[in-house]
């Protein structure tokens, strides 16, 4: 009888995801074909990407599926605006820098007197998105522009990569991709390889877990958009409060112990500065600090950025090699070592596995904690990354990547 019922309700649920999924496909269908309709009739032909104001793993998620999007509308990818590349608030000093050594600043702009932009919007289904872009482009004449370009919402990037795959491939494959793999030179770093290289990236930044009181951390992100104040440090429930970064240390030590340098290991990191600056920035966290009796000024915080900075880099000083910190050599050194090892071990995704997936080429592991904004995207990956789930248990997470190393092509 339990059979039966187990059965009957495996049956119930496989019934209720395909009518959702294949609900859901027909509506978008409907909805891209309106607007196909709607863009040919008004004279657009063409498409420009807007790169979103966040961390560089974000906008490439984000300029990815914009892209697929119009391509899904029969538009032609006629180029960069020009003024994403430069404007946005998140860009620290060296960021053109980046973009032109990943490759970005050197695709073609468009030109901005043809551009039609479509303000930005919260909306979370990406049918809904369709229709707000139509709607928009409602009462416009014919001839007034030849393009378009928008940010597609957040939510839309996480939730809907599989409802654009389809017979030319996942999200990454669109005329932007091809253009930043064309213009993207590789590092010199595969040259120097002598044995197998596993990477560890530790995202800090604005999720940063700071030990300010004894036993409590503060997350400034968690803080400012949830009022989360201290936690308790046995009360980490969820993966945004943890940053990994004991985890991961006592994992290299491990890995060193057993390997030795059979191995190469290395390690990456925004680092904590933005964690300080963040706080210093918001008046509301400085009065939260200032209630349990710890003042921050900037003679403090440069002290505190030290001390982190020091603690860091003891508690992997069984590594090759440390990147640290969110200027441009750093960062250009992280993306040398993501796309030139072959297994990486995140803390946090966005990063590390938007840097594989538009710059990579070689096979590679990559692996990280159970995210569920990351999943579409470990789903469709590019063909040659395999993706696995990291474990609460350290034993079960050692012996995982010491399975994908010994499994890695040389």
Not at 337 to 345: A, C, E, G, K, P
Request: net charge positive; proline share 2%.
């Amino acid at each position: 009888m339990n059979t039966v019922l187990r059965i009957i309700r495996k049956s119930k649920a496989f019934f209720q995801y395909w009518s959702l999924y294949l609900g859901t496909k027909f509506r978008l269908e409907y909805r891209f074909l309106s607007l196909r309709i709607k863009l040919k009739s008004s004279g657009i032909r063409h498409y420009s990407i807007l790169l979103r104001d966040a961390g560089l793993g974000d906008q490439l998620l984000n300029a990815n599926v914009s892209a697929k999007i119009c391509e899904r509308l029969g538009l032609v990818f006629s180029g960069i605006d020009e003024r994403s590349l430069t404007n946005h608030k998140s860009h620290r000093q060296g960021y053109l820098q980046i973009y032109q050594y990943i490759g970005l600043a050197k695709i073609p702009k468009t030109e901005l007197q043809t551009l039609i932009e479509i303000p930005n919007t919260d909306l979370k289904q990406l049918t809904c998105f369709l229709r707000y872009i139509e709607e928009i482009l409602k009462d416009l004449a014919p001839g007034k522009g030849q393009a378009i370009g928008f940010q597609t919402p957040v939510p839309i990037c996480h939730r809907s990569l599989r409802y654009l795959k389809n017979r030319n491939g996942t999200y990454l494959e669109n005329q932007f991709s091809f253009q930043l793999k064309r213009y993207f030179s590789p590092s010199l770093l595969e040259s120097e390889r002598t044995v197998k290289r596993l990477l560890f990236h530790v995202r800090l930044g604005d999720v940063a877990n700071l030990e300010l009181l004894p036993g409590k951390i503060l997350i400034p992100w968690c803080f400012a958009h949830e009022d989360e104040g201290f936690i308790e440090i046995a009360h980490q429930l969820s993966h945004y409060r943890n940053d990994h970064l004991l985890d991961f240390s006592a994992l290299v030590k491990s890995l060193r112990s057993k390997l030795g340098h059979q191995i190469e290991i290395n390690v990456i990191s925004d680092g904590f500065d933005t964690s300080f600056e963040y706080i210093l920035d918001r008046q509301k966290i400085l009065d939260y600090i200032a209630s349990y009796g710890l003042r921050f000024d900037e003679s403090k915080v440069k002290a505190l950025k030290t001390r982190y900075r020091d603690d860091f880099h003891k508690s992997f000083e069984k590594a090759d090699t440390i990147t640290y910190g969110e200027g441009a050599n750093a960062v250009m050194r992280a993306i040398d070592l993501i796309i030139n090892s072959d297994v990486i071990v995140s803390s946090s995704g966005h990063f590390a596995l938007g840097v594989m997936n538009n710059l990579g080429n070689r096979a590679q592991t990559f692996l990280s904690p159970k995210i569920i904004y990351l999943t579409a995207q470990r789903k469709n990956s590019r063909q040659n990354v395999t993706t696995q789930i990291l474990s609460d248990s350290a034993a079960e997470n050692l012996k995982k990547i010491m399975q994908a190393l010994e499994h890695s092509v040389d």
